[in-house]
């Protein structure tokens, strides 16, 4: 039998996909123009810059770690909402805090689709227990199932026990919600003798699921797929039955840059997740999440075209307190920018003799004589700090995304 689609987007040509995107990041920029916070970062920038990929990655980023204070200095959103915020659907406040609106526009978070890949279907009835509290992760998933055409029940977090009543009386076939608080219901309902054996697949996020867990899980007869969700954006990417790699969604556009930089890496090496939205209502443009991950060669088996990722290894935002002065991955990669000899970078702290000690490793395939001064000089230069250099070999640094690694044990 030939695999389901939520649409035909997930199966079109690349290519054909690629010049469609790139339509909407054009449009993305001029409407996004019209408010104030992105007319003050795009102002110098004409929309069809971001007619491809390079052009885009030419635009600023837009950190997410930025946001608190600039929505601080320019309430409620940092004045990057197209639509004024008494025409949205709901308020809400993520921790950092960080303001999002929530608009009119239909799944405007992108869930349906990963729903869908996950199995869900029309007429299912889902438990829902992600937070309904001032923050987004409910409604991203609620929108989709509620475009699916399936029931939800407003589980929430907390409150285990009436959860578990909900669950027996209602029957849902599914859940959305972490991983960790599945397993924790099914514990609990299996402790008190009521029925939770409806519960046949989940959408999870939010956390991680590691491999015995989603094993444990497969034991007692649930199917669990993982996907990738922010709450400016919704979901990013998502998991399909092929379990191989994360399928990028088709309302945004994903680059893997460098950490500290937006410069993109090649695929297969690990960067961090720079996304770009088309929501007419809350642009986000070239949004730097912090998170890490890489891109995945080839096409998923399961049919879908569009670009895979890793999903979620971690954190980008490495910056570190060295001698008391704080070292951030942006200046690691500076150096890399002033010396194009070198490959991958790692700053490496340690401790010695009670004093902070740091050593910047550099891949160079062939040292030339003297690099290792005109590195050094660059490190003192550029963190205003002294440092050690050693060169090795091209491939001797791990691939995954760290700039800086604090080896000091100490908090």
Known sequence: MAPEYYDT????????????????????????????GWARRLGGFEPHAAAGRAGLAQLPLLRKSELPALQQADPPFGGFNVTPPGKARRLMMSPGPIFEPECETPDGYGAARALFACGFRPGDIVHNAFSYHLTPGAFIFESGLHALGCAVIPGGVGNTDQQIDAIAHFKPSGYAGTPDFLKLLLDSAARSGKDASSVKRALVSGAALPATLRQELAAREVDVLACYAIAEVGV????????????????????????????????GDVGEVVV?????????????????SAALAGQSPCGRTNMRIKGWMGRA????????????????????????????????????GEQDVMTLMAECPAAPDGLAVAVATTLAAVTRLRGEVSLVAAGALP?????????????
């Open 317 to 352: 935002d490495q910056t570190t307190k060295i001698k008391g002065m704080f070292v951030h991955p942006a200046q690691v990669a500076e150096i890399g920018r002033r010396h194009r000899e070198l490959g991958r970078l790692r700053l490496v702290v340690t401790r010695a």
């Open 236 to 267: 990013i990417a998502y998991e399909t039955a092929a379990r191989d790699g994360m399928v990028v969604n088709e309302h945004v556009i994903v680059e893997i840059v460098r950490p500290g930089t937006g410069d993109p890496v090649p695929d």
């Open 9 to 36: 987007l997930e199966i079109s040509d690349p290519e054909a996909r690629e010049r469609a995107h790139f339509a909407h990041a054009v449009e993305t920029v001029r409407r996004a123009r019209t408010a104030p």
């Open 399 to 411: 691939n995954d995304g760290k700039l800086i690694a604090d080896e000091r044990g100490v908090a």
């Open 276 to 292: 770009t939205s088309f929501d007419p209502d809350y642009p986000m443009i070239r949004l730097a999440t912090g998170d890490l």
